[in-house]
């Protein structure tokens, strides 16, 4: 499975921008699809995941209402809306996928986008 994530910019803070990841290779059955980021300086934390059965899952409330991870599965391609941005939101945004079950743990993912800047400015 390759992936390939677009999106990412310059932004101010209060702006949306909308992350896109999109899988190929072979995409069945269907994997877990979900958002890491990292910070400067900091480690790669989770941002929200979607899959089936599971659903959606958000790292935490701030996030679950800022951030909205959508997928059209029949394009293979998973989204993160994300609004009222803040400066702390700057980070590189990784999309990543499994198999299985929704996972909160970077080494639970098997295969990673490149990676897509995001920088938010006061």
């Known amino acids: 499975v390759q992936l390939q994530a677009s999106g990412g910019g310059l932004a101010q803070a209060g702006d949306s921008l909308r992350l896109s990841c999109a899988a190929s290779?072979?995409?069945?059955?269907?994997?877990?699809m979900s958002w890491f980021r990292q910070p400067p300086g900091k480690e790669r934390e989770f941002v929200a995941a979607i899959g089936r059965p599971d659903g959606i899952t958000y790292n935490d409330d701030s996030m679950k209402g800022r951030f909205t991870i959508s997928r059209d599965w029949a394009k293979n391609t998973a989204y993160l809306e994300m609004k009222s941005l803040k400066p702390e939101d700057t980070a590189v945004y990784y999309c990543a996928a499994r198999l299985g079950r929704n996972s909160r743990y970077s080494s639970h993912y098997r295969y990673w986008g490149q990676g897509t800047q995001v920088t938010v400015s006061s």
């Open positions: 290779g072979r995409t069945s059955p269907p994997y877990v």
